[in-house]
């Protein structure tokens, strides 16, 4: 019996705090990995070989050498405002837009083509993300992550403590220093996502939103506005940029 070996996509996410890594057959994830530094990606020597080609989106500008050790294995792509996508990038400074914001669209495109979607990515910043129903990527916004604010709030003050927050229920009274910050940070994002939301909806009636990132499903459960969440878009349309770039033979 002869054994056929479906080849892989290797797709890597270099986000600010770590490097999301996935193996893809087809448009499934086969195998995810979390990794702390771009080093750690190329010891994992058995999980890189079992791809085919690689596509790399990084928010960081020092991805170079982890490329060039890669594109000795096999064919390693950059995602970039060049990359071959199968949305029209309508941003006025497409050079600057972030591999993740502009991934995560297309991302949503697989799953929500011809359709207005807005994409609330919840990583180290919220980015919001707009492409119409005519599969074009305007743009949308960026404010600061669930952790950065309460990085700020104790980095700008004299006394406030760092807040890690964990399980327990956010009450909208805070009736403590701890719970005022849990408040503040968690029902505000809250209130600014489901705001945000709406005024979309205002514009774009039968709009799609779908929230991703690593605080997605924290968020998720609090939020109003009707969302549907999907973990790893970006992770998703990277995959679909390198089957665009490199197809399957």
């Not at 400074?93 to 495109?109: H, K, V």
């Not at 083509?113 to 919220?126: E, F, K, R």
Request: proline share 4%; with cysteine.
């Amino acid at each position: 019996m002869v054994t056929f070996i479906i080849p892989l996509n290797l797709v890597l996410d270099i986000g600010n705090t770590r490097v999301k890594a996935a193996l893809f057959d087809g448009d499934r994830i086969a195998e995810l990995k979390y990794f702390g530094s771009q080093d750690e990606v190329w010891n994992d020597i058995g999980f890189i070989r079992q791809a085919r080609a690689a596509m790399i989106g990084s928010v960081v500008n020092d991805t170079g050498r982890l490329a060039d050790k890669l594109s000795t294995v096999f064919p390693v792509y950059l995602f970039s405002s060049d990359t071959r996508i199968p949305l029209e990038n309508l941003y006025q400074s497409a050079s600057t837009l972030g591999s993740d914001r502009l991934a995560a669209s297309i991302g949503a495109y697989v799953l929500y083509p011809d359709a207005d979607v807005l994409v609330v990515d919840a990583g180290t910043c919220i980015k919001y993300n707009f492409t119409n129903a005519a599969n074009q990527y305007l743009g949308g916004g960026i404010s600061p992550g669930l952790a950065m604010r309460f990085k700020a709030l104790h980095h700008y003050t004299g006394k406030l403590p760092l807040i890690e927050p964990n399980s327990e229920t956010v009450e909208l009274i805070g009736r403590d220093t701890r719970h005022s910050i849990l408040s503040g940070v968690i029902a505000g994002s809250v209130a600014e996502i489901d705001g945000i939301i709406a005024r979309y909806r205002e514009q774009y009636p039968g709009l799609i939103a779908v929230i991703s990132g690593g605080d997605s499903e924290y968020l998720a459960k609090q939020l109003k506005s009707s969302i549907f969440t999907h973990q790893n878009l970006v992770l998703k349309g990277l995959n679909h940029s390198l089957n665009c770039t490199n197809p399957l033979p």
